[in-house]
């Protein structure tokens, strides 16, 4: 994760392998992938504190800017 002066305004991308977990842990059939997208974020302010927490389940997940 970035920190300090690594984190500038912009748009990032965090990947969490969502279908790879499911499968893993035997929560979906392996070739049955519902999930498996990119969470997209902007950031204005890089000074402010950013938790961006996933609840997930074989199909939906859900996502917010955490405090």
Do not use: K
């Amino acid at each position: 994760m970035l920190e300090g002066a690594a984190l500038v305004p912009g748009v990032y991308e965090l990947v969490f392998s969502a279908y790879n977990y499911l499968r893993e842990t035997e929560q979906i059939e392996p070739g049955v992938g519902f999930l498996d997208d990119p969470i997209r974020f902007g950031i204005r302010d890089a000074r402010q504190h950013y938790h961006v927490p996933l609840l997930l389940s074989p199909f939906a997940y859900s996502t917010y800017r955490g405090s």
